[in-house]
Each structure stands twice: as structure tokens, then as C-alpha cells.
């Protein structure tokens, strides 16, 4: 589709040039890298320019994945891991890695790094706490305009006279003005998606967190109990973290005190939602909609229950991924070097993170 194939522009520098093959008819190992620089393993990829930036340094890089043989090999190695959202940094991982210092997650979650077993090794932990606020922010508010303005887009040709017609005098959508938008979680990237509702949109907004976030807020916004976040809200928007105790978070329970017109989004993590009982409130049509944009697990599976429902919008898990944040979130290679070079990074790990 020509509209697919525009938010996909080929990136326009020149790839880096394959090293030169081995002759013929011999065998042929990799090298490894230079010992005498510190080893840093980058597991998920990275943007190409930070990616550059890291190998321009004083470090040896290499790109390898965890299911990689080369990866056990490296390991024992490696002063610093550049990881992503799969690469689980657990005991097990760290007990074969006597020499790393350094973990950075190019992102915001650390659920999948054990950050009480790093410090306690002495090990930093390093991410990027603003690199997706603004691309999750516009992310939710697409879904939102599909879900509440509906969409009849005209595709190979224009609609017959009769058909144009009757979807013009059929299709009615709500405006988000008129709306109230509940946030669970008032973090950055909840912030964000306030503000955008509040000032964007003149919609009210109330919240719950964990913490008085009052200061933090540049939006009128009304701190609330979960029920009453539950009950008021026309838009119940999730943003919290996968800490200890979040799982299902957002149960039968609390989707039954919805509106049966409520809206559902999840933007956060997939293990905080109970897709099986939000796809039985869909189904009794307890709720009117919902956009997810992460699973558990992840992918989702075949027998996924919010498949194939028509007021549901899924996505892969695409909410961070613009050019910019993809970016940003690959620049934590600057705290990585920091670390590496005796110096404070900027963004370590909260001293609260239990994972």
C-alpha cells in the first residue's frame, strides 16, 4: 500500500561496507575483538547513529544477540550490555559476567533487568527515561481518534452516490472535549498523554499514581481514588510499570466499574491487563472499545482472545517506534561510555527500582 510504504522511508546513508570475504576453501572465525579496550556486547540493535557514535570511542563493540553462540563466548568478557526490551539481564546471565560494569537500556521499562542483582555486583544501571515520552503521547491519542471518530476511508474509488451518502448520514463519532480522560499512572509518558488530552483537546483529566506528582503537572488535572478513576472515566488510559504486585492489575473487577461507552487503552506493559476479561466485557458489550499496544507474552498467541473483535484496535508493540525515539532511546550509549570512563552517568537507574 502506497500509504505503508510512505512511513517507511529507506534510510538514505550508505550501509557500512561487509568485511572482506575469506578465501576460498578454508575455515573462517570471526575475530575477536581487541582485549585491551573494554568489550561492549549490543544485543537488540540501535540506531545507526549512536550505534557509530559508541564505536568511534575508546571500546570494542560488537552486535550480537543472546541466542548467538558467539554471545556465551563474549560474555565473560564484556565490560557493558546495550539491551532493549527482550534481553533478560537476570542472576543467571550475571553470574557469567564477572567483568561488566554497565548495563543500558535504550528505554524506559527495567523489568527486564535485575537491578537489585546488578548494584549488588556493582554494576550501573543506565536507560533513557525521555526518549519516547512524545511518540507514546501522539501514539494514544491515534488510537483514540480512531476508536471515537470513525474512520470511512474511500480506497480503490470514490463510494457510489447512494453508499456516500448513507455512511455521511450514519457514521457519528464523540468529541473528545466531552470526554473525561482517566490516566492510571501519572509518569512521564502518563504526563504527556495529560497534557496532550487537557490542553490539546479540552478534555478533564483525573488520575491515580502511586505518589503526589501535583508539582509535575502543567494541565488542570484531579488526583482521584481507583474507583473513582474507574467509574468517571471515558478514557481509562494505562501507563504504569511492570513492578512487583502489577500483574493483572487492571482485572474483571476493575473493568466492570467502567462505562459500558468506556474506552480501554494499553500502551504500557501486557502482563498489567487481563486481556481475557476485558475480552469478555467487549463481548457482553460491558465496554464499548479498547487499543492495546503490548501482549503477555509477547508476541501474543494464536489463541489470543481479543483477536478478531471489530471494537478492538492491536498493535506490535509500535508506540515508541518514530525515527526520533528510536534515536533517543539509543543514545543511553552516552551514559554507557560515562560509566566505562569513571565518570556519574546522567540517567541511572531510580534508588527505588524493585524488578
Known amino acids: 500500500m502506497k500509504n505503508a510504504e510512505l512511513m517507511h522511508t529507506p534510510d538514505s546513508r550508505l550501509p ?147 453508499e456516500f451518502k448513507r455512511i455521511r448520514n450514519t457514521v457519528r463519532g464523540r468529541q473528545l472535549n466531552e470526554l473525561t480522560l482517566g490516566i492510571l499512572g501519572m509518569g512521564r509518558v502518563g504526563r504527556r498523554v495529560g497534557h496532550i488530552g487537557a490542553n490539546g483537546f479540552g478534555m478533564r483529566v483525573i488520575y491515580n499514581d502511586l505518589i503526589d506528582v501535583r508539582d509535575k503537572l502543567d494541565f488542570p488535572a484531579q488526583a482521584v481514588d481507583k474507583p473513582t478513576l474507574y467509574r468517571d472515566a471515558d478514557i481509562l488510559s494505562l501507563h504504569v510499570d511492570m513492578r512487583a504486585g502489577n500483574e493483572n492489575l487492571v482485572g474483571r473487577e476493575q473493568i466492570a466499574k467502567l462505562k459500558p461507552s468506556a474506552i480501554l487503552v494499553n500502551t504500557s506493559r501486557g502482563e498489567v491487563l487481563d486481556a481475557a476479561a476485558l475480552a469478555e466485557a467487549l463481548g457482553a458489550k460491558k465496554l464499548a472499545g479498547a487499543a492495546l499496544d503490548v501482549f503477555w507474552p509477547e508476541p501474543p498467541q494464536p489463541d489470543f482472545p481479543l483477536l478478531g473483535l471489530d471494537n478492538v484496535l492491536l498493535t506490535p508493540h509500535l508506540a515508541a517506534r518514530s525515527f526520533t525515539a528510536i534515536e533517543n532511546m539509543s543514545w543511553v550509549v552516552r551514559d554507557v561510555v560515562e560509566v566505562l570512563e569513571g565518570r556519574a552517568p546522567k540517567y541511572p537507574a531510580p534508588p527505588g527500582v524493585v524488578t
Open 16 to 162: 557500512t561496507p561487509l568485511p572482506t570475504p575469506p578465501p576460498p576453501c578454508t575455515s573462517y572465525n570471526p575475530p575477536m575483538p581487541d582485549s585491551s579496550l573494554p568489550l561492549v556486547l549490543v544485543t537488540e540493535g540501535s540506531d545507526a547513529v549512536p550505534l557509530q557514535w559508541l564505536k568511534e570511542q575508546r571500546v570494542n563493540v560488537v552486535e550480537v544477540a543472546p541466542d548467538d553462540t558467539r554471545f556465551n563466548e563474549l560474555l565473560p568478557n564484556a565490560s557493558a550490555m546495550v539491551v532493549r526490551t527482550y534481553t533478560k539481564v537476570n542472576e543467571a546471565l550475571l553470574a557469567r559476567a564477572p567483568k561488566l560494569k554497565v548495563v543500558g537500556r535504550g528505554g524506559v521499562g527495567l523489568e527486564n533487568i535485575d537491578v537489585p542483582a546488578c548494584r549488588r555486583r556493582g554494576i550501573q544501571v543506565v536507560f533513557t527515561p525521555d526518549a519516547n515520552t512524545l511518540a507514546v503521547g501522539d501514539f494514544v491519542f491515534g488510537y483514540l481518534l480512531q476508536l471515537l471518530r470513525p474512520w470511512a476511508f474511500f480506497k480503490e474509488s470514490a463510494y457510489a452516490p447512494a
